[in-house]
């Protein structure tokens, strides 16, 4: 005999767990499915980063802030690219969202909130994440919800994949076809189903097809492979965000057999490190100024390079003498990475034999070198850039391989204001929703990196769902 639930959360993630915690605080028999052997998600690998307006943080530092101050600067950062109604539905209850997590015992770092750190800036200090990054949100939300597991509120199935939505005549769902690790099948029925089940970006194919290019970095959570997309889809769902597909401003990966990991973190914030170095892309060329303030303006400008590729070029002399450029590597270590044949640590004599090894048009190469020594001696860079402090001019010379990419979704599901699964006509399907990743960063964060609008909203939306929204 088939048991019904009020309720049943695919994904247990940073979603699917207030989901399945605030219905079951409301008395609702929830089924938390979850793919992966363990709770939290993608909050395994995040960075955790949460912005809200007017919190109890904010208020007992001093800081005046607003829900409308905070969707001002996302539409801002965004180029009014986000999705204006989810970015209201977010902004206007993250407060009461990270003053709860709060009282469950988050804590953020003791100088945030902060106005930004990676991402374009807030012109408020609205920006917090703790010290164990995604872990610090996982630890608090998990507990939680496993206590509700085993006061018999949750039934929690892991190592479960949803594979199948049960669509009824009328095109309603009633529920989800899951199956275990044996291969065995099992057909659950519920009032309501919500989708949290995250991105694809851990599945190849899939973000090649909805992003445009190649999933290159080995980062994102290996569960994220679209599963929800999928599922959203045969209930009569629809995507959207294609055209705020994203991409950072490149990382430095380690091969060719992509996607593949991270080499090591290259400082290319100026607010950090100023440059010493050039930033060519495949012609050769310039494209960026490199001490440019703003990351959504170098983001912008890499997303228009060949391949969304580009290289940092240096001499001698500068590697001798700059800051180090890579995150916690001393200058020995660059050094002898540079002589381990390594394709992302690129080295030669002469700037043509270094152009021929990096793939970049030598003449196009010469002449930006020419150029920006130029802009050395006379103070008058063509791109206006400020710092100047060495030409590159006395071999070798070396080139670090950069490449842009994304470890989050751009593309999701739409949904309406209340998070119901909508069809192209607006309609929306009865008895499905969906939170969390699965929307796709384009409707939250449009096409930049707004800071703390995927983990804030995910975290919301099932707040909000689990508390008001799902019907029981």
Same mark, same amino acid.
């Given at each position: ?32 499915? &979850? ?14 980063? +949460? ?16 829900? &409308?101050?905070?969707?001002? &600067? ?350 192209? &006509? ?27 609008? +995927? ?18």
């Amino acid at each position: 005999m088939l048991e019904n639930w009020d309720v049943i959360v695919v994904g247990g993630g940073s979603s699917g767990l207030p989901t399945a915690f605030f219905a079951a605080a409301r008395g609702a028999r929830v089924l938390l499915i &979850d793919h992966a052997p363990q709770l939290g998600g993608t909050l395994w690998v995040a960075s955790g980063q +949460m912005s809200a307006a007017g919190t109890r943080l904010q208020q007992r530092k001093g800081i005046e802030d607003s829900a &409308d101050a905070h969707y001002d &600067d996302v539409m801002r950062i965004s180029r009014g690219s986000a999705d204006p109604q989810l970015v209201r539905l977010a902004v206007d209850n993250a407060a009461s969202t990270f003053d709860w997590l709060e009282d469950q015992g988050f804590r953020a770092l003791p100088d945030h909130p902060v106005e930004g750190n990676a991402h374009e800036p807030y012109q408020q200090s609205r920006y917090y994440w703790g010290e164990q990054g995604g872990h610090s949100v996982k630890d608090v939300l998990v507990p939680l919800v496993m206590q509700q597991v085993q006061a018999g509120r949750i039934t929690l199935k892991l190592e479960h994949e949803v594979t199948e939505l049960l669509i009824t005549d009328d095109g309603a769902v009633a529920g989800v076809v899951a199956r275990d690790q044996s291969g065995a099948t099992s057909r659950f029925l519920a009032r309501s189903t919500a989708l949290t089940c995250g991105g694809y970006a851990a599945n190849p194919e899939l973000f090649e097809q909805l992003n445009g290019y190649p999933q290159y970095t080995a980062q994102p959570y290996p569960y994220a492979r679209g599963a929800g997309i999928r599922l959203g889809m045969s209930a009569g769902g629809y995507l959207r965000g294609q055209q705020n597909v994203y991409n950072n401003f490149g990382s430095l990966l380690d091969g060719d057999q992509f996607p593949c990991p991270l080499a090591a973190r290259v400082v290319t914030y100026p607010e950090m490190r100023q440059p010493w170095e050039i930033y060519v892309n495949a012609r050769g060329n310039r494209f960026v100024r490199e001490d440019m303030p703003s990351i959504d303006a170098r983001e912008m400008a890499l997303s228009m390079q060949p391949a969304r590729r580009f290289w940092i070029i240096f001499d001698q002399h500068i590697l001798d003498t700059a800051p180090p450029i890579l995150l916690n590597w001393d200058r020995e270590q660059l050094r002898e990475a540079f002589t381990q044949g390594r394709p992302s640590f690129l080295s030669a004599g002469n700037l043509a034999e270094l152009a021929a090894l990096a793939g970049i048009d030598a003449a196009g190469l010469a002449s930006s070198v020419e150029g920006y020594n130029y802009g050395v001696q006379t103070r008058n860079d063509f791109l206006g850039r400020q710092h100047l402090p060495s030409s590159i001019g006395n071999g070798p010379f070396y080139a670090l391989r950069m490449q842009g990419s994304a470890t989050s979704s751009a593309v999701g599901l739409a949904v309406n204001n209340t998070l119901q699964v909508i069809r192209t &006509d607006g309609s929306a399907i009865p008895n499905l929703y969906a939170a969390g990743e699965l929307l796709g960063a384009g409707q939250t964060m449009g096409k930049a990196a707004c800071g703390g609008m +995927m983990v804030t909203p995910a975290l919301t939306f099932g707040r909000l769902l689990g508390e008001r929204l799902l019907p029981l």
